[in-house]
């Protein structure tokens, strides 16, 4: 039996022995088993991210960032940090747009795929890797991306039972995983406005998610500098399940492959500003990325390139369509920007939020 298929009965033994298992650590496990060794980017893996669409993506945000440094007016050395970097593509097209403004950082890659280390190497090879932010130096302010990272980050389910609020867990009906609620009451884990919510009401809490963004808003605090997070997700808080897996470009059960499938919640933005708020961070706005792609330029970028390869003219077209068209990527992935209390706001958002 390989061993991807091995966790579904791990998972099953461990649900027999010692009762249902909590949502967060069926996520977790799974997510772990899944980027430890395998590549899922690209038409031969699971899913497409934004850079692999268009280099136009990489490029805008190399641009934010260097907008965003200059109007700072910090000189020296600065450190570009990216939270799963994936094939290392995003950074390759935004150092290369950032470079002809001036900014050369160092680069720093928070990665634990053993697979997907390789091929950043190729892509990046001054790049130095680490397991988590914590050894990333603090020596200079920091510069940081993260592109689809906080939606694999496992979420925990709470749902409105008849008793009150308790936890949507794992369990199994003969062989098969299904959702149970837990025993234990949740109440105090549930935000006031929703407490009395309709019976039946799912809401979901990301605890990785939220140590995270405290994690990096004391970075920012600390040692200054700015950060840009785009993920799919929700501007304010919302009801239902948003998870989901995907595996060769298809969505399936998320019960029906652990290990052999990327899970997905969707990021709940609004309470990863208020945690960033809480250190002192600012926040320069949430936004859709079709309204951000656009303020920063994509279609003079399209256009500047189709000038430049009139043969190619309809392909970018239709890649600038699949990252900002509102039935596409545009309106489902957010946008949200950070920064050191005495840096100035990113471009490309409206009013600070």
């Known amino acids: 039996m390989e061993a ?15 009762g249902p298992m909590s949502l967060s650590q069926f996520m ?14 690209g038409s031969a893996g699971d899913f497409v991210t934004a850079p692999e669409i268009s280099q136009m993506f990489g490029e805008l945000i190399g641009l934010w960032l260097a907008d965003i440094r200059a109007r700072a007016g910090r000189g020296g050395s600065v450190h570009y940090v990216e939270l799963g970097p994936g094939r290392g593509t995003l950074t390759r097209d935004a150092l290369r747009a950032a470079r002809h403004h001036g900014l050369d950082p160092q680069v720093h890659f928070v990665e634990t795929s053993r697979a997907l280390k390789a091929i950043q190497a190729e892509a990046v090879p001054a790049a130095q890797w680490h397991d988590d932010l914590s050894t990333v130096p603090m020596d200079a302010p920091m510069l940081l991306v993260a592109n689809e990272f906080f939606d694999a980050l496992p979420v925990r389910q709470l749902v409105r039972a008849a008793q009150g609020w308790r936890e949507r867990l794992v369990g199994l009906d003969e062989d098969r995983f299904t959702f149970v609620a837990g025993g234990q009451p949740m109440e105090a884990a549930v935000p006031a406005a929703w407490r009395e919510a309709p019976e039946g009401t799912i809401i979901e809490t990301n605890p990785g998610a939220a140590a995270m963004m405290h994690e990096i808003a004391g970075r920012l605090a600390n040692q200054g500098g700015a950060a840009l997070i785009v993920d799919y997700g929700h501007a304010e808080m919302q009801s239902g399940s948003t998870l989901q897996a995907v595996r060769a470009h298809r969505k399936i059960s998320p019960f029906a492959a652990p290990g052999e499938a990327d899970l997905t919640a969707h990021v709940d933005f609004a309470t990863l500003a208020d ?34 390869a009139p043969h190619c003219k309809a392909e970018l077209e239709a890649q600038r369509d699949r990252l900002i068209a509102d039935d596409q990527m545009g309106r489902l992935f957010k946008v949200m920007g950070l920064s050191a209390p005495d840096w100035p706001d990113g471009a490309g958002f409206g009013p600070p939020g």
Do not use: C, H, W
């Open 4 to 18: 991807p298929r091995l966790l579904g009965t791990i998972f099953r033994r461990l649900i027999r022995d010692s």
């Open 28 to 41: 977790g496990e799974s997510n772990a088993r899944y980027y430890a060794a395998k590549n899922p980017l």
């Open 275 to 308: 945690i960033a708020r809480s250190r002192g961070v600012r926040v320069s706005g949430i936004t859709t990325q079709g309204d951000f792609l656009r303020a920063m330029g994509i279609q003079m970028r399209t256009e500047r390139l189709a000038a430049g």
